[in-house]
């Protein structure tokens, strides 16, 4: 299974391509993830993204390319969820040219569709674990009492300003990727309210049962 979830900040990409590499064996290729693990390391690269990942501005399309070029060749013909990519129409025409040209297209895309209400609560109350890379929210989804509170990340994009920056560039430069998407693959808008559980298993319905796809 070759799958994208797509939608803006805090729709709970990450949360869920975590859970549904888990369960299916899939590969989760994160970019926002990729880009701070290299800001952690404070390699070339991390140096050079540091800046437009805490203003909550989008990295050129050509260094998150060759990134992405470099983890789907790594993985070879291993199923993958691709998260926060591709998110500009430019992105999305070279992901469907190299995957063409690998001879292995997407199965489907999944649009989580949450009010913008929400996405902003879920951001500033969003947690993350650097030593186990689980995301939390404090009030939705709040850390188990044994890991430690000063362990856990406040992520710099998730401070107001940085938040509302990130929702203007979702629509200004995500948004339009949704017609790309429709065009060239199976896309399925899927309700990413409610609780965890319910969201992960509309995604797998959506995906197995309109579909009849198999492997997840
Ligand atoms: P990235 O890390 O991809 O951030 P994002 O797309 O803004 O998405 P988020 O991680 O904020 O949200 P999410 O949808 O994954 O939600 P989550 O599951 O965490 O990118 C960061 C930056 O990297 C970008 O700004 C850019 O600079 C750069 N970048 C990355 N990719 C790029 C690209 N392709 N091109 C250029 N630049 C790129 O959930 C959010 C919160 O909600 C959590 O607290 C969670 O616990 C909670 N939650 C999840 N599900 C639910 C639920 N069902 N109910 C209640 N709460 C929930």
Do not use: C
């Not at 199965?107 to 689980?134: C, G, I, K």
């Amino acid at each position: 299974m070759r799958l994208a979830l797509f939608g803006p900040p805090g729709a709970g990409k990450g949360t869920q391509a975590k859970r549904l590499a888990r369960a299916h064996g899939l590969t989760h290729l994160s970019t926002g993830d990729l880009f701070r693990a290299a800001i952690r390391d404070q390699t070339p690269l991390g140096r050079q993204v540091e800046d437009l990942l805490q203003a909550g501005s989008l990295v050129p399309d050509d260094v998150t390319n060759d990134i992405v070029a470099d983890r789907l060749a790594a993985l070879g013909h291993g199923g993958f969820v691709l998260d926060g990519f591709p998110r500009t129409v430019a992105q999305a025409e070279w992901l469907l040219a190299y995957l063409a040209q690998a001879d292995a297209p997407l199965d489907a895309v999944v649009s989580l569709q949450v009010p913008e209400e929400d996405l902003v609560q879920r951001l500033s109350r969003r947690r993350t674990d650097p030593e186990t890379d689980a995301i939390y929210h404090l009030d939705f989804n709040p850390p188990p009492g044994d890991v430690p509170a000063d362990r856990l990340v406040h992520r710099p994009d998730d401070q107001p300003d940085a938040i509302r920056h990130r929702l203007g560039v979702y629509h200004g430069e995500t948004a339009p990727v949704e017609a790309t998407l429709r065009a060239h693959t199976r896309y399925f808008e899927v309700d990413g309210t409610g609780s965890l559980d319910q969201v992960q298993e509309r995604i797998e319905q959506a995906v197995a049962t309109e579909r009849g796809l198999t492997g997840i």
